[in-house]
């Protein structure tokens, strides 16, 4: 059974960090790219950043560059997300995503099979 569980989640003032994590199991962590994505009070589910497989590629949102950075351990199954100075517009509930297929490339909230439960981030002073 896929599992993937976050932690890390937080409150914290404008400017602070955070780190999640996302544990997995079920499958062959090594073989997949993976995601966060998050989702603000009220609005819909925004992609955050991406990871290939071996972790040598990245990608992220344009609202967060140069602040977070995903990252993974593969020897662990454990995907990162390195989270700089934190805005108020942070704020969201985040999710780890697994990609459906082996060594391929997400393209859409549709090419996801497993999403974790989510951690709450609240960027606040």
């Known amino acids: 059974e896929v599992q993937l569980v976050e932690s890390g989640g937080g409150l914290v003032q404008p400017g602070g960090s955070l780190r999640l994590s996302c544990a997995a199991s079920g499958f062959p962590f090594r073989s997949y790219a993976m995601s966060w994505v998050r989702q603000a009070p009220g609005k819909g589910l925004e992609w955050v950043s991406v990871i290939d497989s071996g972790g040598g590629s990245t990608s992220y949102v344009d609202s967060v560059k140069g602040r977070f950075t995903i990252s993974r351990a593969n020897a662990r199954n454990t995907l990162y997300l390195q989270m700089n100075s934190l805005k108020p517009e942070d704020t969201a509930v985040y999710y780890c995503?697994?990609?459906?297929?082996?060594?391929?490339?997400?393209?859409?909230?549709?090419?996801?099979?497993?999403w974790g439960q989510g951690t709450q981030v609240t960027v606040s002073s």
């Open positions: 995503a697994k990609v459906k297929r082996p060594y391929s490339d997400p393209h859409g909230l549709e090419d996801y099979d497993y």
